[in-house]
């Protein structure tokens, strides 16, 4: 068998078709190289291998049978903040240890009816509010191209295990861009898809309009395939929409010519990091010399949007996390002498620091006398910011921009300075607040070796264009 660094998703459904290794032996090879690199990278925050290989030895037998499953005994990896029935969901905080799920969210009994093995519950930012999984109270996940550097958040867990060559393939969720930068500083693959393309049913809120799930692949293939098992109607979600699900397969004919390719200005900043832009820069002359059609536009309302998002998402995440009181959901203090003592003191001693901080800072802008000051001029701002990408898509079929302004950093570098955290999302937060579906994928190494994305942006429901162009840049870009 393939070294299971180097097995994708793809050749992992291929080789289990074509019997050239059996789903025992993927669980054995994995659950091997999870004991031997983990305890370096720190991706993981549960893995069973003994239930792992049980699972792959009912999928063996199921494959026996006659079944033919598309991810029959496939393991995947998942953020701990998506509900596996009978595995701890934890969200990576003090306030939910011990906590063992009870049901399955519909992305992972979409999942488990295709076949899948899941193999793994991966490190994130507590209640994934980070950009690091600094934020995480359990642990600490280091990049696998740099054990002194971040691997993103807050995702950062899945991102770090599919780079790191622990895990085939893994979910993750995006608030504001916490597939995406980790993708991009770990030098994998991860979408974003429109908001109301796939269901949250069963994945812990943040933000209730911006939160979605999505797949961290090694392959542009890998995450189509996988997203195309994700998404769908869920009558037990209403934010998704009745719209129909392509094969994304489909899309990747790995042709590029003729599209056209918006380029925001607003993206194109002094502030980033000069080895980012020159590297976006070289990705975006790849592709023109293929025959793209380079259209250079504007997104006026960008600067807007960093402080949109962290009102808007933080006066959301007041709302959800409010139910964890000690009552009924989450940490409960010892010997509290009064009700307020309860609530004080269990949230004081569940929630991290971050956490925390957004909480306030939601509370007082959904507070008598700020909220129309704040929280109702964001949502004036947002729809602006959603404008300027449905004019943008007139001109343009995708957008390529950069998918952070930096390469990972140090660990510890933003620990202290939130706002230098907050502005690393610069590039990913529009296009949640518009509720579009983007990609990013590896385009190149700093000189020190470390990853670099680029992030494809489509219109909502435009997830084929996405796919059509990232494929072609994959391609492209050789990476």
Known sequence: MEDIGKITLTSAIKGLRAGDFSAVELAVALSE???????????????????????????????????????????????????????????????????????????????????????????????????????????????????????????????????????????????????????????????????????????????????????????????????????????????????????????????????????????????????????????????????????????????????????????EASANLARFDGVRYGHRTANPETVFDLYARSRAEGFGTEVKRRIILGTYVLSSGYYDAYYGRAQKARTLIRDDFTQAFEKCDVLLTPAAPTAAYRIGETAHDPLRMYLGDVFTVPASLAGICGIALPCGSTAEGLPVGVQVLGPAFGEEALFRAAGAMERIFEV
């Open 33 to 315: 190289a999870v004991a031997r690199e983990d305890t370096r990278l720190g991706a993981y925050l549960h893995f069973d291998a003994e239930a792992v290989q049980n699972a792959a030895e009912r999928a063996d037998k199921e494959r026996r049978a006659g079944s033919d499953a598309p991810l029959l005994g496939v393991p995947l990896a998942v953020k701990d903040i998506i509900n596996v029935k009978g595995e701890p969901c934890g969200c990576a905080s003090k306030q939910l240890v011990g906590y063992t799920a009870l049901f399955d969210a519909t992305v992972t009994a979409r999942l488990r009816s295709s076949g899948a093995i899941f193999a793994g519950r991966t490190n994130m930012d507590e209640f994934a509010m980070g950009s690091s999984t600094e934020n995480s109270a359990l642990k600490i996940t280091r990049n696998p191209h740099d054990h002194e550097r971040v691997p993103g958040g807050s995702s950062g867990g899945s991102a770090a295990a599919v780079a790191g060559g622990i895990a085939i393939a893994a979910l993750g969720t995006d608030t504001g861009g916490s597939i995406r930068q980790p993708a991009s500083f770990c030098g994998c693959v991860g979408v974003k898809p429109s908001y109301g393309r796939v269901s949250r049913y069963g994945v812990t809120a943040y933000a209730s309009s911006l939160d979605q799930v999505g797949p961290l692949t090694r392959t542009v293939g890998d995450a189509a395939l996988l997203l195309r098992e994700l998404a769908g109607l869920d009558r037990r979600d209403g934010t998704t929409l009745d719209v129909a699900v392509p094969d994304y397969t489909r899309a990747l004919n790995g042709e590029i010519k003729g599209l056209r390719i918006g380029l925001p200005r607003e993206y194109y900043i002094k502030g980033a990091d000069p080895e980012v832009t020159e590297r976006v820069r070289a990705a975006v002359d790849r592709c023109a010399a293929e025959g793209a059609e380079i259209v250079e536009l504007s997104l006026p309302h960008t600067e807007y949007a960093i402080a949109v998002y962290y009102i808007l998402a933080t006066a």
